[in-house]
């Protein structure tokens, strides 16, 4: 069975950070590019960043320089570091797994973990 479980997410004032982690199951993770993706309320779903095969990264405009996204195949696990978080950062964050390279489309999703930055 593939599993994606997302955690870390939490309640942190404007400018504090968070460290999101992906956990892998029931494929070949090495294989995969992973994604986060969020939504917040009343808006559309929105890429946030993707690491490939390779450890290429890729970022949205509005977390560069802010997120760092990185990878652990002997664990199975992905990382996202969030720092200067605004509040506009506010979603649940989801990662999702493609077999590509990042270019879509995300195959598994996991469900998702709440981010809320207070202003």
């Known amino acids: 069975e593939v599993q994606l479980v997302e955690s870390g997410g939490g309640l942190v004032q404007a400018g504090g950070s968070l460290r999101l982690s992906c956990a892998a199951s029931g494929f070949t993770f090495d294989d995969y590019a992973i994604g986060w993706f969020r939504q917040a309320p009343g808006k559309e779903r929105e890429g946030v960043s993707c690491i490939n095969s390779t450890d290429s990264t890729y970022y949205t405009n509005s977390v560069k320089g802010r997120f760092t996204i990185s990878r652990d195949n002997a664990k199975n696990t992905m990382s996202l570091l969030m720092n200067s978080l605004e509040a506009e950062d506010t979603a649940v964050y989801y990662c999702?797994?493609?077999?590509?390279?990042?270019?879509?489309?995300?195959?598994?999703w996991g469900q998702g973990t709440q981010v809320t930055v207070s202003s």
């Open positions: 999702a797994a493609d077999r590509g390279d990042c270019m879509g489309p995300f195959e598994f």
